[in-house]
């Protein structure tokens, strides 16, 4: 879906965060983060420039959670055209049209015919 809404750039704008690391071992909290990083979808991502934060959900890292995202944001606040614009503006593409609204409607109908199964089952 990112890829269909940013195409191939422009990556290191993107900050991947992951959450709930104050209610879990640091060990099993590594393992994960270790199985996301092999994920194909997520280490693309990466080696594409996308960066990632471990985000602390106790109330009192809120302000360093968020000045940390907000930082990561201005610094890479570059300016880029999105797909999805490029594909209504210069393409001339009805919304329904677009790669980005095609690949929601590919994920929905993947995720609802994985639920049909489970429910069959």
Same mark, same amino acid.
């Given at each position: 879906?990112?890829?269909?809404? /940013?195409?191939? /750039?422009?990556?290191? +704008?993107?900050?991947?965060?992951?959450?709930? @690391?104050?209610?879990? %071992?640091?060990? =099993? &909290? =590594?393992?994960?983060?270790? %199985?996301?990083?092999? +994920?194909?979808? @997520?280490?693309?991502?990466?080696?594409?420039?996308?960066?990632? =934060?471990?985000?602390?959900?106790?109330?009192? +890292?809120?302000?360093?959670?968020?000045?940390?995202?907000?930082?990561?944001?201005?610094? +890479?606040?570059?300016?880029?055209?999105?797909?999805?614009? =490029?594909?209504?503006?210069?393409?001339?593409?009805?919304?329904?049209?677009?790669?980005?609204?095609?690949? *929601?409607?590919?994920?929905?109908?993947? &995720?609802?015919?994985?639920?049909?199964? *489970? *429910?069959?089952?």
């Amino acid at each position: 879906m990112l890829k269909s809404l /940013y195409g191939d /750039y422009k990556m290191e +704008n993107l900050l991947l965060c992951t959450t709930m @690391w104050d209610q879990m %071992k640091q060990e =099993d &909290g =590594d393992a994960r983060l270790k %199985k996301l990083c092999e +994920n194909p979808a @997520w280490k693309e991502l990466v080696s594409k420039g996308a960066s990632s =934060d471990s985000i602390s959900c106790v109330r009192s +890292n809120a302000v360093s959670n968020a000045e940390r995202i907000v930082g990561h944001l201005m610094e +890479n606040s570059q300016r880029m055209e999105l797909v999805i614009e =490029d594909e209504l503006i210069n393409k001339v593409r009805r919304m329904e049209e677009t790669s980005a609204v095609q690949n *929601f409607n590919d994920l929905l109908r993947h &995720g609802i015919s994985r639920c049909l199964k *489970f *429910f069959k089952r």
